[in-house]
Each structure stands twice: as C-alpha cells, then as structure tokens.
C-alpha cells in the first residue's frame, strides 16, 4: 500500500483545512487507518483513526470536537476535516494503515506511511 497526503497549508487561528490521503491497492478497505502529526522538536503523536469498515472512530483528546476522521473505501481514500485550528495544531500530518480492521493509537503498530503534509497554523 502506498499512501499519498494532501491538503496540508496554512491558515489562521480559528480556520479549518481538510486533509486527504489517497491509497493505492486493493486491499485498503481491510486496513483500519490513523492521522498522526509531529510538530518541530516533538515526538510523532496520535491524532485520529478509523476502522476498515468506517463504522469506528477514535480521538486524540486534544482534537476532539474538532476534528472528524472519516473514509471512501470505494474512492481508497481517508480525510481528515480539522476545524477550529490553534497554533499548537501546527505540525506536519501523516496517515498511516494498519494490516487489520481494527483502529489503535500507537504509531508501532502501522504498517504503511504517507510523506507528510505540513500544516500552520497562525495566531
């Protein structure tokens, strides 16, 4: 699976941006998939991630709220929709696939990376 992040950029404080990842391959509708970010100087952290079927979702509390994670198995793609943008969202956005259908937070247990999107956001 290859995966292709897009819609990063910068925005003011309160705006919205909406990220999408493009998977190649035909078993994307079996892979749960997650957003993470990792800011300058910080280590990568959890964001959101949904399951193979689209019917779980999970939040980092820092983005819940704000922040909806959602699928088109059809299309083989992931967005993220982030409203409510703070500096502190500032940082560089990944998606990643895990080899089943069930969601986690940890990093460790994705299998496939995109490149990276970098957003921010300005006060």
């Known amino acids: 699976v290859q995966l292709q992040a897009s819609g990063g950029g910068l925005v003011q404080a309160g705006g919205s941006l909406r990220l999408s990842c493009a998977a190649s391959g035909r078993t994307f509708s079996n892979y749960a998939m997650g957003w993470f970010r990792q800011a300058p100087g910080k280590e990568r952290e959890f964001v959101a991630t949904i399951s193979a079927s689209g019917g779980v979702t999970y939040y980092a509390d820092s983005v819940k709220g704000r922040f909806t994670i959602s699928r088109d198995n059809a299309k083989r793609t992931v967005d993220l929709q982030m409203n409510s943008l703070q500096p502190e969202d500032t940082a560089v956005y990944y998606c990643?696939?895990?080899?089943?259908?069930?969601?986690?937070?940890?990093?460790?247990?994705?299998?496939?990376w995109g490149q990276g999107t970098q957003v921010t956001v300005s006060s």
């Open positions: 990643a696939a895990r080899r089943t259908a069930s969601i986690d937070v940890h990093a460790t247990l994705y299998d496939y």
